[in-house]
């Protein structure tokens, strides 16, 4: 009974929800992009340095495919799966905005009354454009509100409604407006009236303890490039070289035996250190040979400094403990920089309609289906929602709480995710009814993005974004 009625109210569910679960009813284009994306997917996470991805495939407003890619948290053995928990950044705004719009629906609040009538005591103070702001402004982003959420910068930038300016500040604003009007938090609120209606069971705006059973964690990764990097190790070992050899006092206090010994350990370190991040040497095999590599170093320098074994000079010799000795540079500079590491653990126990949404793959593409083919929310409402209100350039604007890109094949909606260590992005095809959610674990998470959105939803479809004005007014 149970599996019947949630076939009745979420058709889209597929039978098996493990990695991978493909819909019984897919078509043969749809088994194609499956195809490219499960051969294409772990490519360009070893590309990108992304430890773990997941992602949710929907077509004909159905969620045909879920699969999660990599692990959790680098260098430990748990797999991303199709029910891992991200966090989803900025994928709080458009559900915080359907959450808003289902109350317009039912006339509770009005889209163009202005919002300081009902915000907390001191907002806006001393700032008359603030009289006029509405909740219009602050989901279409042209509140004039800066971005700035770590200061909570409330100053009004420009004159509300006449431009576009991304403003995570305009979210949080509404929020507070939001609870004042029903009386709840934000995260009662959204359980009750949109994640419960819709399915989205793995979600919320603050952590659960459910979440921590399979939760991935952010990953920040190596800024510099492997080459320019391996090119450092080089130029450093060379001018080491050089000081050893022709500055006196170094000369005189490294010579010898003990001096030759140091110059071979610079010299085989940086050629270990570029080969280490021009082929593709896993981040286990590098620790294993650092490890050796201490050991190594700390007992031949021990030999070599007491006298004791008279350390043959054959070039052999030489050459096999120095390749040894060089894990040491590798395992304390190579590493942490060649290969992702976790950022601290962060669970939200406040929420923010901004940012602080923790969901799944499967749960937001539940969310696309629900704009494909609504079912709580009136079509007549749904359509005001996805209609442009802020105009950005001659082919995107701003709906309420979506970004809206118009092209040949129509109107596409879309929105990303973006913190430090994870970065996210949907798009869904409303005409088509197809659309893809990606959430991944990485700053580097938007560098595969692109490749994911072109195979799943062909050409043209995610380049546009790169030139809207995120982070404006961010002071």
Known sequence: MALLLALLLFPEFPLHAGAGAVSANTDAETKRIIEELEKSVPELMRGNNIPGISIALIRNARIVWVKGFGVRVNGEPEKVDADTVFEAASFSKPLAAFGVMLLVQDHLLNLDDPVRDRLPVGY?????????????????????LSNNLIRKNMTIHFDPGSRFSYSGVGYNTMQKYLES?????????????????????????????????????????????????AAFAVILAVLAGLVIIYVPPVKK?????????????????????????????????????????IGTTALSAILVLMGRGKMRSSFRQKAAVSALLAGLAAAMIIIPLRHSFPSPERRYTEARA?????????????????????????????TEMISP????????????????????RGDMIWHWGHQPDYQNFFIADLQGKNGIVIMTNSTNGLDAVQEIVRLAMGEGCYDYWRGIPYIFFSF
């Open 253 to 293: 206090l490294i010579k010898g035996r003990t001096g030759r010994f140091v110059l071979w350990v610079m010299v085989s370190s940086a050629v270990y250190c570029a080969l280490i991040n021009i082929l593709p040497v896993s981040a286990t095999m590098a620790l294993f040979s650092g490890i050796i590599g």
């Open 181 to 229: 009007a029903t009386g709840k938090f934000l995260d009662d609120y959204m359980a009750g009236a949109v994640f419960g209606k819709i399915g989205m069971a793995s979600s919320g705006y603050v952590y659960r303890k459910g979440f921590g059973a399979n939760i991935a964690r952010g990953h920040f990764s190596d800024p510099i490039g492997p080459g320019l990097l």
């Open 389 to 408: 209100q802020a105009r950005i350039n001659a082919e995107s604007s701003w709906g309420l709480g979506v970004g809206i890109h118009r092209s040949e």
């Open 124 to 144: 806006f103070d001393h700032q008359p454009r603030g009289g006029s702001i509405t909740l219009r402004h602050l989901l279409s982003h042209s509140s004039g």
């Open 354 to 382: 901004a940012s602080s949404l923790y969901t799944t793959p499967r749960d937001m593409a539940r969310f696309l289906v629900e704009l494909m083919e609504p079912r709580v929310m009136r079509k007549s409402t749904l």
